[in-house]
């Protein structure tokens, strides 16, 4: 049996397995053919040909941190800086429930402006206003208190990429302030507390190798988290890793397909970076096993300004304005944009097809 099939049996691998099993779908397309279909067979099990969609509302892009590869970084002098009121947010809620979100994400840098009391006031305004949508944070770093207090206000999720699971690369890509360790155990923390949590990296970011790559993939399996969010690296002009290069789309697309075998269950989002460096960058997301979008609820006049990478989309596809035109995109591919809440499967969730 080859590494692929016994993946495939066993949902699992080890390290030096991984890098063995990355290589040869990147050689051999009847291998990668064969995963692909079985991450559309996973993926149709728990989530039919539903698709999930999240308005993503980025409400500041102020930022304590100085992460290398981020446009917006703080040590980045040429960032115009913002951040939205309560009732802007609470704004793009209402435009977000109009077009059929019954998901906000808030999103953000990490922003000593947004204190507990302040974020959670702002949580639980959305509460209040859309009990029956799902409130997800996306903020970074805070302490177990401050995640307590914001899931009691009624946050459901939380967003916090690991960003690499190998603690050198960890260090190449941000500095010393960030404790890879710290990062991890938030994740932890937030799962403690009842949050759906999602983690993730960037595919192909400087420095990264196989290597970096199958130890993501080892720790997304002991997390078992319930949402994966990766994408491929972009480089960002006023950042350090400026002149390196992009990350691929054909990879980025094989770890979509090998994360759905891996957690079947999971949420995987086709996300904005694989949308910006390919025009059918979502729909190849989907066809490897995501089902998950995320387009942009945030207010015109900021959208450009939350530019973690060059050239990141905010209008067209990937705007939520656009709703209409990404469900009959959607649609050509074969599955469906819902207007749910999309939670992660449980032994409840039902399909219809
Ligand atoms: N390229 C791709 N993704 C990036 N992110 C930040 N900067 C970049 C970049 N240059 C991702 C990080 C972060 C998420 C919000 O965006 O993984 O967690």
Redesign the pocket.
């Known amino acids: 049996m080859n590494i692929a099939d016994r993946f495939i049996k066993q949902n699992s691998l080890t390290k030096d397995e991984f890098i063995e099993l990355i290589l040869l779908a990147e050689q051999d397309s009847a291998v990668q053919q064969k995963l692909t279909e079985e991450a559309v067979r996973l993926r149709k099990k728990y989530y039919g040909a539903d698709v999930y969609t999240r308005g993503l509302i980025e409400f500041t892009n102020y930022c304590k941190n100085n992460?290398y590869?981020?446009?917006i970084r703080k040590g980045n002098r040429n960032v115009k800086r913002y951040r939205l009121t309560k009732e802007e947010i609470l704004e793009c809620c209402e435009r977000g429930y109009e077009l059929g979100f019954r998901t906000f994400v808030l999103?953000g840098g990490e922003d000593p402006y947004f204190t507990d009391e302040r974020l959670a006031d702002i949580v639980r305004a959305i509460r209040s206003g859309y009990s029956e949508c799902a409130i997800t944070l996306?903020v970074g770093e805070r302490s177990y208190e401050s995640y307590r207090l914001l899931r009691e206000a009624g946050a459901d999720r939380y967003l916090l990429?690991h960003?690499t699971a190998n603690e050198e690369l960890y260090e190449n890509l941000h500095p010393k302030e960030m404790e890879f360790a710290r990062r991890r155990q938030c994740l932890y923390d937030l799962k403690k507390l009842g949050y759906q949590v999602g983690a993730?990296?960037?595919v192909d970011s400087p420095g990264q190798k196989l290597w970096d790559l199958a130890e993501d993939l080892v720790f997304l399996k002991e997390l078992d988290p319930h949402m994966v969010?990766i994408?491929?690296?972009?480089?960002?002009h006023d950042?350090r890793?400026a002149e390196e290069p992009a990350?691929s789309v054909e990879r980025t697309v094989l770890l979509l397909t090998i994360i759905r075998i891996l957690l079947p269950a999971a949420l995987l989002p086709a996300t904005t970076?694989l949308g910006t460096l390919d025009a059918a960058g979502r729909e190849k997301g989907l066809a490897a096993g995501a089902n998950v979008v995320m387009p942009n609820l945030s207010p015109l006049k900021n959208r450009r300004q939350y530019e973690?990478?060059d050239n990141k989309i905010c209008t067209g596809e990937e705007a939520a304005e656009s709703r209409a035109d990404l469900a009959a995109r959607v649609e050509k591919i074969g599955y469906r944009l819902v207007s749910g809440r999309g939670d992660a499967w449980s032994r409840d969730t039902i399909h219809t097809c």
């Not at 994408?231 to 960002?236: D, E, N, V, W, Y």
């Open positions: 992460c590869y981020c446009g999103q996306s990429r960003e993730g990296f960037m969010g994408g491929p690296f972009i480089p960002h950042t890793y990350g970076a973690l990478y």
